[in-house]
C-alpha cells in the first residue's frame, strides 16, 4: 500500500493527533493575500503586512520526496477561504508536470461554518477524510492555469464573489471598510475584522493599519490591543 502525505495549512496538532497522524504530515506556512509570491516556487514569500520573508522551501522539498517515492498526495482546502483555496491553486502548479492525480478535501463540505481546516478539530478531520475527491491531470493544469493567472498582478487582493475566486485592487475592499467605518461613526477594529471575515473570509488587520498610517482614518481612543482600538473617519 502507498504511504499517504497529507499537505495543509495550520494546524499541525490537529492533524498529529487525529487518526492521520501515522501518514507523512506537510505543514504550509503560506498567507497569500497581502504577500508577495513572485518567487514561491522556490519556497520564497515577502509578506507585505509584516514587512518580513518566510520560507516554505523545507515543505517543498518535503513534498519532492514525497512525490519521488510515489506517496499519494493529499490536499487539505476550502471552496471558500482564499488562502486555503490559492494553497490548492499553487499545489496544482507545483505537481503538474510530475504527478498524474491528487486527492483533496475541501473542509465547507463537511460544515459550510467550516471555512477552513485551520477551524476543524482532530475528529472533525477524521470524519472530513472521508470525503475526499480525486482531480487528475486534466484538471491539475486547469487549476494550476488559474494560480498563474491570478498572480500575475502583485497589487490585487483575492476574495470570492458568486462563489468565483478573483482579484480585485486594494482600494474595493479599502473603500468599503470606510464606508463600515462612516456607517457606523466609530467602532471597534475587532468588529471590522469580524465583519469582513464573515464577508470574504479575509483578515483585514492589515489594511486598517495601512489605512491609519495614510490618515484616511484615525485612531479615537488607543489600546495596547489592536483589536480593542476605536477608529472613525479623519
Known amino acids: 500500500m502507498k504511504k499517504i502525505t497529507e499537505l495543509f495549512m495550520a494546524y499541525k496538532n490537529d492533524f498529529a493527533n487525529s487518526n492521520l497522524k501515522d501518514n507523512e504530515l506537510i505543514e504550509f506556512v503560506m498567507p497569500f493575500n497581502f504577500s508577495d509570491l513572485s518567487d514561491v516556487v522556490n519556497g520564497n514569500i ?8 518566510i520560507s516554505i522551501k523545507e515543505s517543498l522539498d518535503l513534498l519532492d520526496l514525497s512525490i519521488k517515492n510515489n506517496n499519494r498526495i493529499r490536499v487539505w482546502t476550502s471552496h471558500v477561504d482564499p488562502d486555503y483555496y490559492l494553497f490548492l491553486l ?41 470525503m475526499g475527491h480525486k482531480i487528475e491531470k486534466n484538471e491539475i493544469e486547469e487549476y494550476a492555469n488559474k494560480w498563474e493567472s491570478l498572480i500575475q498582478d502583485g497589487s490585487k487582493i483575492h476574495i470570492f464573489e458568486n462563489n468565483e475566486l478573483i482579484g480585485v485592487p486594494y482600494d474595493y475592499i479599502y473603500e468599503q471598510i470606510i464606508d463600515f467605518i462612516k456607517k457606523e461613526n466609530k467602532v ?3 468588529e471590522i475584522v469580524f465583519e469582513f471575515s464573515k464577508k470574504y473570509n479575509i483578515d483585514v488587520d492589515y489594511l486598517i493599519k495601512q489605512l491609519i498610517e495614510d490618515k484616511k ?10 483589536s480593542k482600538i476605536i477608529v472613525g473617519l479623519s
Do not use: H, R, W
Open 188 to 190: 471597534k477594529v475587532v
Open 46 to 53: 515577502f509578506l507585505k503586512s509584516y514587512n518580513q520573508k
Open 217 to 226: 482614518i484615525k485612531v479615537l481612543e488607543s489600546n495596547e490591543i489592536f
Open 90 to 130: 499553487f499545489i496544482c502548479f507545483y505537481v503538474k508536470n510530475k504527478i498524474e492525480c491528487l486527492e483533496v478535501f475541501y473542509s465547507d463540505e463537511y460544515k459550510s461554518e467550516c471555512t477552513s481546516t485551520g477551524m476543524m478539530t482532530s475528529k472533525e478531520l477524521d470524519k472530513l477524510s472521508l
